[in-house]
């Protein structure tokens, strides 16, 4: 696991830089093995932070409020032995709890700056690799 916090502090002036930063990062991960299967399970945590964006006023950049969010992330996973040593299939989860939020301001136009946040949903894949030797 893994904890940062950050404060920037821009030179006198409209301090837009350093209010886009979020101040607290957190991390938080587990990853397990047993004979050919593998799990992993991730949390991560960032901070609310501001978004420059023109969503009040099309003409003028203002700073508007992004919430705080966190990811669950997890994987799934199997390698064979024997006589398919080599071949290895997973399942991954990215926002495995689908907690729909935004990272930075959603958009609401393409003429309009600053706007090109989706919501970030779940996303499954699933992997099938082989290794030569």
Do not use: C
């Not at 064979?80 to 958009?107: D, K, M």
């Amino acid at each position: 696991g893994n904890y940062s916090y950050q404060y920037l502090h821009d030179t006198p002036g409209d301090q837009i830089l350093s209010q886009q930063s979020p101040r607290h990062k957190a991390n938080m991960g587990l990853l397990a093995k047993q004979g050919g299967a593998t799990g992993s399970l991730s949390v991560n945590w960032v901070d609310k932070t501001k978004w420059q964006s023109t969503i009040y006023q099309p003409s003028v950049f203002t700073l508007v409020p992004v919430s705080a969010y966190f990811l669950v992330n997890a994987h799934a996973g199997y390698a064979f032995s024997g006589n398919w040593q080599g071949l290895e299939i997973g399942v991954t989860a990215f926002n495995l709890l689908n907690h729909a939020h935004y990272e930075v301001v959603p958009l609401l136009s393409a003429t309009q700056l600053g706007q090109a946040g989706e919501i970030i949903r779940s996303r499954w894949t699933g992997t099938v690799s082989y290794k030569f030797k």
